[in-house]
């Protein structure tokens, strides 16, 4: 019997990072995995994924209709063998029928990993190669979706995102889920207790040395190191490299003082309730 | 019994007779009993016994019977490589259920049949054929248009079905166009008819005649957008060519629910043996669809 643990989060938030230590940890090896062989059907989306399991092409069905059938795929994960460890980028909406889009059947759960948005900001506005101003509009938009083209056909299906705060919020209040929260700026200022008690989430098995080693063999000095000696496929063509800073607190930087106001003005609620903001409404 | 009103139709070797209008070659004048009945009925009681379920909508026995379900759209059986019923759901329309009958229950009869599937487009050459293979969206039916537009012929789009002696079959006449590819190919879309409306893919006609014959497949390209600025052509030798062709299979769950792996690998292996195999990288916005299709043809020339 299988099943699926979904690693969840807003784009640009640790999710890559997540699934290279989680790739870093099963294989248990001496030296770093490359990050070019980890498996890159792994996602939600994964139009080779979902094209397998329903036995047609989801290029001929429109984003609203093939996403009635996505539960039904998840689902059918219980019946395969294995527990599947897969990135997720769609925020925790639900079908026509009221169904979550991940399936009643066949999540074990979800770790959902948050990020400051105040840093996101920066960090998308890199990876699309768009402005900073667009990147806040982009945060801020409750119908915006990633591979949304009607004209061609993205490698993956279209994922709805919400507003960041929408996003949160979508997963964070889900109802009967398995649900573990992590902050990005915990796994970069206290690793080991973090990603102890993501591993233990997953119930992947597990020594204080074995994720330490993990932890090592995903730091971010490793992973850029390898992009710029071999690239790194899930870069954007307008990100001139995927592994940037690794860093919380670039957006002091980056930001205006109006941009900071906006994004705050858009999240304060969210980002109050995880520590982004303090008791006065500024950011920590 | 199939309706005295169907049409007759030659594709992928077979003479099909249908109930549904395909974009098939036209078959008028062939002798019947044709090889395929496509029949518009309910799905017989009998279909659903002794089946074993591989996905959430599909079902199998051996290489006897398959069904699969497509809500809102159809039912599909099919039998013994012969017979097909659809069943439509009541909101259907003609070219949705046409659509999921072209790349559900025939590519299933057609393994029924003993024939290799892969996900490939194919270009006829002097009296050879090129494939190019590559997953939905790798710029397969883009590189068959081009060709299509310097006035060579296109033997079949997406589908590429393979006989055991390592020919390709020609198969639907239509190339389907997603617009942004077709704006590439300078193909004006509004003269165009999209493949069901609830998409915008569209279908770009082909000029089929019933009497074509397989042709054999001298060179495959197994092709793919990366974040690079020209067309790049590597040669794939050794055992390195079964990846490719297994990578690109068509319906890999197919495979598995008829339990036809091992003679898939062997049909793999002979094809593999019988022609010259290249990675073609292409820009991933652009896909440089001129340069690519020059490189093609000095490769088949041999003057790469």
């Not at chain 2, 293979?133 to 039916?141: T, W």
């Not at chain 2, 569209?202 to 600025?229: F, M």
Request: aromatic letters at 8%; one cysteine or more.
């Amino acid at each position: 019997m299988g099943g699926i643990y979904w690693l969840a989060s807003y784009p640009k938030s640790g999710n890559t990072w997540m699934r290279i230590f989680l790739q870093n940890l099963l294989a248990g090896s001496d030296a770093p995995i490359n990050i070019n062989s980890m498996p890159s059907h792994r996602i939600a989306s994964s139009r080779e994924w979902i094209d397998d399991v329903l036995g047609f092409d989801s290029a001929d069905m429109s984003a609203d209709e093939i996403d009635q059938l996505r539960p039904a795929v998840y689902a059918w994960a219980m019946r395969e063998p294995g527990i599947g460890y897969h990135k997720i980028h769609d925020a925790y909406t639900h079908t026509h029928t009221g169904e979550p889009l991940t399936g009643r059947n066949g999540t074990l759960g979800a770790l959902y990993i948050i990020r400051n948005p105040l840093d996101i900001v920066p960090s998308l506005s890199h990876h699309n190669g768009c402005s900073l101003n667009e990147a806040i509009d982009q945060i801020a938009d409750p119908n915006f979706a990633l591979s949304d083209s009607r004209d061609a056909l993205p490698s993956q299906l279209r994922q709805r995102l919400l507003t960041w705060s929408g996003h949160v919020e979508s997963w964070t209040n889900a109802e009967n889920l398995n649900l573990e929260v992590l902050r990005y700026e915990d796994m970069l200022s206290d690793p080991l207790p973090t990603f102890t008690r993501a591993t233990r989430f997953l119930n992947l098995s597990h020594t204080v040395q074995s994720i330490q080693r993990a932890i090592e063999h995903s730091s971010f000095e490793e992973l850029k190191k390898q992009e710029l000696s071999g690239g790194f496929r899930e870069r954007t063509t307008e990100a001139r490299s995927f592994f940037r800073q690794g860093k919380s607190g670039n957006w002091r930087t980056n930001l205006s003082e109006n941009q900071v106001a906006r994004i705050i003005e858009s999240h304060a609620q969210i980002m109050q309730r995880y520590g982004y903001l303090d008791n006065n409404g500024s950011p920590e | 019994m199939i309706s005295e009103n169907a049409m007759l139709y030659i594709a992928n070797g077979l003479t099909i007779q249908s109930e549904l209008d395909l974009p098939f070659a036209d078959g008028q004048k062939l002798p019947t009993p044709a090889d395929v009945s496509i029949r518009i009925d309910q799905i017989p009681p009998f279909a659903a016994a002794g089946l074993t379920q591989f996905g959430p909508l599909m079902w199998f026995k051996g290489t006897e019977r398959f069904l699969i379900q497509i809500p809102q759209v159809a039912t599909y059986y099919v039998e013994r490589g012969r017979d097909i019923v659809v069943s439509p759901a009541s909101t259907a329309d003609n070219a949705t259920v046409r659509l999921f009958l072209l790349t559900t229950a025939l590519p299933a009869l057609l393994i029924q049949r003993g024939n290799l599937l892969l996900h490939g487009s194919c270009v006829r050459v002097e009296d050879q054929c090129i494939a190019f293979i590559g997953p939905s969206g790798s710029g397969k039916s883009t590189l068959a248009a081009g060709f299509l537009n310097r006035g060579y012929s296109v033997l079949t789009d997406d589908l590429l079905v393979v006989t055991p002696d390592n020919n390709a079959m020609y198969g639907a006449n239509q190339i389907e166009l997603w617009p942004d590819a077709a704006r590439l190919q300078e193909i004006s879309s509004e003269a165009l008819a999209p493949v069901r409306q609830q998409i915008r893919r569209l279908s770009l006609p082909l000029e089929h005649k019933g009497n074509n014959q397989p042709l054999p497949i001298t060179h495959i390209y197994s092709i793919g957008r990366e974040l690079v600025t020209k067309p790049h052509l590597q040669p794939i030798t050794g055992l390195a060519r079964l990846e490719p062709l297994y990578k690109n299979t068509y319906r890999p769950r197919y495979l598995q629910g008829m339990a036809q792996q091992a003679r898939h690998m062997q049909l793999s292996v002979s094809l593999a043996a019988s022609a010259s195999m290249a990675k073609l990288t292409f820009p991933r916005e652009t896909f440089a669809t001129q340069s690519s299709i020059e490189r093609i043809l000095a490769d088949f020339s041999g003057a790469e």
